[in-house]
């Protein structure tokens, strides 16, 4: 069974970047089983996709956020990572990491992101 | 693009049945599957039904899901309602560029 955990500052200044980083064990993030996934829930509201990457060549992301998103994978470490730019306070949330073949299968425990100074 | 328009909240006793809806503003319901998750109070999403109707092993007969083109809507069922299933439930689907498209959730009160 494939788990996930992501990792990252919690705490990141307007206008900074955003970076976290998911780590995959209990499967090969290079299987092409999956596409990965991030997806981000502020407090009290919905879902939002944020985007995804199937190699390192291959990526999608929400047209909302595409100017700002950058999804990276690297296989000798098992991980796939996020790079969100510019950030406001409006992307505080928390951040969850999800493998995506029928739907989003498998999620993490997700992390708390807070933008503030 | 498209939304997924979901009911805010919808309640219901134990024991009974209940449906959540899922209209698709534009194109078909059935031009792309639908998945729905459900999430307790401070958990990850899980999948209780994915491509429009199965469900992934572990989750109970009790949860069915099924499209309606003619009301261009998925709808999640949920009967013999027991306490546990109290949560929030997503609806998402994919546009024509495989974009994702997550419904604005529903909030389940099971009293």
Known sequence: ????????????????????????SGGSISSGSYYWSWIRQPAGKGLEWIGRIYTSESTN????????????VDTSKNQFSLKLSSVTAADTAVYYCATEGSGFDYWGQGTLVTVSS | NFMLTQP????????KTVTISCTRSSGSIASNYVQWYQQRPGSSPT????????????VPDRFSGSIDSSSNSASLTISGL??????????????????????GGTKLTVL
């Open chain 1, 61 to 72: 992301y929400n047209p909302s956020l595409k100017s700002r998103v950058t999804i990276s």
């Open chain 2, 82 to 103: 027991k306490t546990e299933d109290e949560a929030d439930y997503y609806c998402q689907s994919y546009d024509s560029s495989n974009y994702v498209v997550f419904g």
């Open chain 2, 8 to 15: 805010h909240s919808v309640s219901e006793s134990p024991g």
């Open chain 2, 47 to 58: 999948t209780v039904i994915y491509e429009d109707n199965q469900r992934p092993s572990g």
């Open chain 1, 1 to 24: 069974q494939v788990q996930l955990q992501e990792s990252g500052p919690g705490l990141v200044k307007p206008s900074q970047t955003l970076s976290l980083t998911c780590t995959v």
